[in-house]
């Protein structure tokens, strides 16, 4: 049985960093390309960063030069660097292997 379990979500101020991971299991995060999704009540999920099986990256207008989405076989984990986060970042953002599982998703709020 394919588990993801995000965590890191939390409370941050403006121009604050977070790293959002997550555990899979059940699965090989080496073998699929991952990805990281946010959603915000009353709009779609939307694509936030993806990472191919063989390492290609790509990231939504939003999140380029901010966001980093990296991967640790080793872990079987997947992570997102979240830096200089802005209010419009605030979500609950889901680990996503593409095409099949989703985590419970985990809430980032950025406020002062």
């Known amino acids: 049985q394919v588990q993801l379990v995000e965590s890191g979500g939390g409370l941050v101020q403006p121009g604050g960093s977070l790293r959002l991971s997550c555990a899979a299991s059940g699965t090989r995060v080496s073998m699929y390309a991952m990805a990281w999704y946010r959603q915000v009540p009353g709009k779609e999920r939307e694509l936030v960063a993806r990472?191919?099986?063989?390492?290609?990256?790509n990231y939504a207008d939003s999140a380029k030069g901010r966001f980093t989405v990296s991967r640790d076989n080793a872990k079987n984990m997947v992570y997102l660097q979240m830096n200089s986060l802005k209010p419009e970042d605030t979500a609950v953002y889901y680990c996503?292997?593409?095409?099949?599982?989703w985590g419970q998703g985990t809430q980032v709020t950025v406020s002062s």
């Open positions: 990472l191919s099986s063989s390492g290609w990256s």
């Open positions: 996503n292997q593409v095409g099949g599982f």
